[in-house]
């Protein structure tokens, strides 16, 4: 799908204090010497948010996007590396920690329905996190009925179930939900992937002047790079939870310069025949192999396989991340 509405700009300052810091994470999933020979499910991915930043995750199903933003949530438990909210550590963040945060960070996922309670009215599932931090009954159901409004829904949605409204407006609900506790930093985790376009756009607008009303940091996770184009002011691209470029969004979407990106952006739809009918010409002539096609192997660069640029310098040594451009690029070659 194409958003063909402009990215919003980046945030004038930049404090030196990220508001979050992911630094060489790492994460297995299993036990024992069989989930050990397998490749890492994240493996040592380092990025930065900055206050009022939105930073967008993009990558094929399987590529480790997910995993990171449960890391982050402390839904997932990290194998290696550290993970930092406004400068303290909370990688390995007990619960009572956990709990303390979890009116800072919040979360809104692809499916509204596994946030919203079936047998709860909109009122009563929007106020909950209101009153687990003690907010008096009556004023929570005030700021469920203000949240509400401002995410386009009338007042007197409190009272319905979430049974009685369409798929973009119940994730409008759990937008409302995600951010009635005033957070600073949203995970969005695939949040409008299941909408069709009209209210995918609606959804990102919406998301997009809350952010810049609150000075919210999201990070976006999602598979079509054209989604977090429109939101995001800087993109880190992974495959197989590998970073393989990272950089300024118009840098990374516009010019890229890693052979998956390219690719990524190729396969990428468009709602003009004749563009679509080019970027499909384009993908072809690239010459990059299917997902389907290849297994994972260990060692060197993760995309070798399915790469037209591959050497043997490829499947034995992995490529750091250097400076290509306007991005940080993870290829031997780019």
Same mark, same amino acid.
């Given at each position: 799908m194409s ?5 919003? !700009?980046a945030p ?6 990220p508001i979050l810091?992911?630094?060489d994470?790492v994460?297995? @999933?299993?036990r024992g010497?069989k989930a050990?020979? #397998?490749?890492?499910a994240?493996?040592?991915v380092?990025?930065t948010?900055q206050?009022?930043?939105t ?8 590529s480790?996007k ?5 890391a982050?949530l402390g839904l997932?438990k990290?194998?290696?590396?550290s ?11 007990? /619960?009572? $920690?956990?709990?303390a945060?979890g009116?800072e ?5 692809q499916?509204?329905n &596994?946030?919203l309670n079936?047998? =709860? ?5 929007? %106020?909950?996190p209101?009153?687990?931090r003690?907010v008096?009954?009556?004023?929570a159901r005030d700021?469920?009925?203000a949240?509400?409004e401002?995410?386009?829904?009338p ?5 319905r179930y979430?049974s !009685? ?5 119940r =994730?409008r609900?759990a ?8 957070p600073?930093l949203v995970?969005c985790d695939e949040?409008?992937s #299941?909408?069709?376009? /009209?209210?995918?756009?609606q ?5 997009a002047?809350?952010?810049?009303e609150r000075g919210?940091?999201y ?5 079509d ?6 939101? %995001?002011q $800087?993109?880190?691209?992974l495959?197989?939870? !590998?970073?393989?470029? &990272?950089?300024? %969004?118009a840098?990374v979407t516009e ?6 990106? !390219?690719?990524?952006v190729?396969?990428? +739809?468009? +709602?003009r ?6 970027? $499909?010409?384009?993908?072809? &002539? ?5 997902a &389907?096609s290849? /297994?994972?192997?260990?060692g ?5 396989q399915r790469?037209?640029?591959?050497t043997?310098?490829?499947a034995?040594e $992995?490529?750091?991340l250097r ?9 031997? @070659?780019?």
């Amino acid at each position: 799908m194409s958003i063909e509405t402009p990215a919003r !700009q980046a945030p004038a300052a930049v404090l030196a204090t990220p508001i979050l810091e992911v630094k060489d994470l790492v994460v297995w @999933y299993g036990r024992g010497r069989k989930a050990a020979a #397998a490749p890492a499910a994240v493996d040592r991915v380092s990025f930065t948010i900055q206050p009022g930043e939105t930073v967008g995750l993009v990558g094929e199903s399987g590529s480790g996007k997910s995993t990171i933003g449960k890391a982050i949530l402390g839904l997932q438990k990290v194998s290696a590396g550290s993970i930092s909210y406004q400068g303290k550590d909370i990688t390995h963040a007990g /619960s009572g $920690r956990r709990r303390a945060l979890g009116s800072e960070l919040r979360a809104v996922f692809q499916d509204p329905n &596994s946030s919203l309670n079936p047998r =709860q009215t909109v009122g009563a599932s929007l %106020a909950e996190p209101l009153r687990i931090r003690g907010v008096a009954a009556p004023d929570a159901r005030d700021r469920a009925e203000a949240m509400l409004e401002r995410v386009g829904l009338p007042r007197e949605a409190v009272d319905r179930y979430p049974s !009685q409204f369409s798929g973009g407006q119940r =994730q409008r609900i759990a937008v409302a939900r995600a951010l009635i506790c005033e957070p600073s930093l949203v995970v969005c985790d695939e949040a409008v992937s #299941a909408l069709d376009l /009209s209210t995918q756009a609606q959804v990102l607008n919406l998301l997009a002047d809350l952010r810049d009303e609150r000075g919210l940091s999201y990070l976006f996770i999602a598979h079509d790079i054209s989604v977090v184009q429109f939101l %995001a002011q $800087r993109v880190v691209v992974l495959y197989r939870g !590998q970073v393989m470029e &990272s950089g300024p %969004a118009a840098a990374v979407t516009e010019d890229p310069k890693h052979p998956f990106t !390219q690719a990524l952006v190729a396969a990428s +739809p468009v +709602p003009r025949p004749a563009e679509q009918a080019e970027r $499909r010409t384009l993908r072809e &002539s690239m010459g990059v192999r299917t997902a &389907s096609s290849v /297994s994972a192997t260990p060692g060197g660069c993760p995309f070798r396989q399915r790469c037209p640029l591959a050497t043997e310098l490829c499947a034995t040594e $992995r490529p750091a991340l250097r400076v290509v451009g306007g991005s940080d690029v993870a290829c031997h @070659y780019a």
